[in-house]
């Protein structure tokens, strides 16, 4: 569960280091992050699953630092650690690309070029100048690439500082931020009413993180924000002289709460949100369709991003599944995904449901939904399907008029 008063790991910047074995990746992430975490060796191949250190980077915030294995590992768990490491060039808000100063190999040409491709922002850092500076030719060469170049030494500190100041130009330039969860649904003067279920399944003593970041937003719209429970919807409607800009409801109270507010009231969902806020909720409307087409022995796969423990009655596990079974009376092979893997072929499934990703960054959703796009493989969310699901999706869409026109279009496709 989420801790509201520590960063989560979602609105962090994520940091990525790449490079050949032994270029320094470790060494630099501690020298950036002051911290001695990360195993450094002159045996290469000694980080091998990427391991993720936070630290606060003024005047930018709380930022993650991820150091991978080297992309020139051999033999074929090495292979594997590459992939993986390639994998964090995808979703990362920054690429280190980690190089000698004595000189580019052709391993850091192929990483700049594949980082260039995938659109991540990225610096080259020429590093272990202590043993030998760059040669102007060297120089050259590193900047026909057009990316910030920064001559570092991690044993010696050199050029740690300018690393940390092109880190922070970059982010402050360059990274995709999330787009707000709710504030622009809502004008000043305008009051909200948001609907948060406190069950089993709510963290002890505090709210959970979409729901803080909304009341935040509609304070900062100036807006009046109304939270309650999903049994006191019809009085709060009733409370007010005039009704609500909107509702936002939990995805569970759903029905609790489509029953007691009027039609002509707008309404949406926190994770629905969460789609608009992380990800493309066009894209996930039209990937909502699917689930209208599903067939016997289809197979659907629920993506988990994180491995929250899982609760009682878990929403990713448990409701959606039987929503499912219940909805559409198939037999269906629904498995789970969970973490930050996300497989290679998602081509054997008929539709993807991804959790919120509270977790994760923006670039991160947008890679999974890339890679599903790509491979024409539909995909919706938690939310989405669950408003499906329960009959309500017309309705939770009216806030969002393009969305719905895709979601329609794909139920005619
Ligand atoms: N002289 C010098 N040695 C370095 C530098 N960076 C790393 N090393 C050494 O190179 C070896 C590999 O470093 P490490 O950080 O583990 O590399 P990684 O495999 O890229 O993570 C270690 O012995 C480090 O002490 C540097 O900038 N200068
Ligand atoms: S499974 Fe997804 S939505 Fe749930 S807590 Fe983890 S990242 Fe957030
Ligand atoms: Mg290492």
Redesign the pocket.
Known sequence: MLNTFNTPKGLRIHIG?F?????????????LTNQHI??????????TDPVEKACELAPIGPVVFI?T??VDDVGELGAARVERSKTVLEWTDIALI?GS?AGLEPDDRELIADAKRLGTPSILVL?????KAPTDQVLADARQYGLPVVI?????G?GIDALRQTIIRIVQEDTEPDRPLCGDLAHAGDTVLLVTPIDSGAPKGRLILPQVQAIRELLDAHAKAYVIQQDRVAEAIADLKNPPAFIMTDSQAIDDVARQAPDSIPLTTFSLQMAYAKSDLIELARGTAALSKLKDGDRVLICETCSHHPQKDDIGRLKIPRWLKEKTGLDLKIEVAVGKDFPDDLTPYAVLIQCGGCVVTRRHMLMRLRRAMSQKVPMTNYGLAICYLRGHLERVLSCHPEALEAFRKGLKS
């Not at 990360?38 to 980080?47: A, F, Q």
């Not at 570092?152 to 010696?156: G, H, L, P, Q, R």
């Open positions: 280091l490079g050949r074995r032994n270029a320094g990746k470790s060494s630099l992430a501690n020298a990360s195993i450094v060796s002159n045996v290469p191949g000694t980080t150091d294995a080297g980690v100063a590093n272990k100048a202590g043993i570092t030494d991690a044993v010696e050199l």
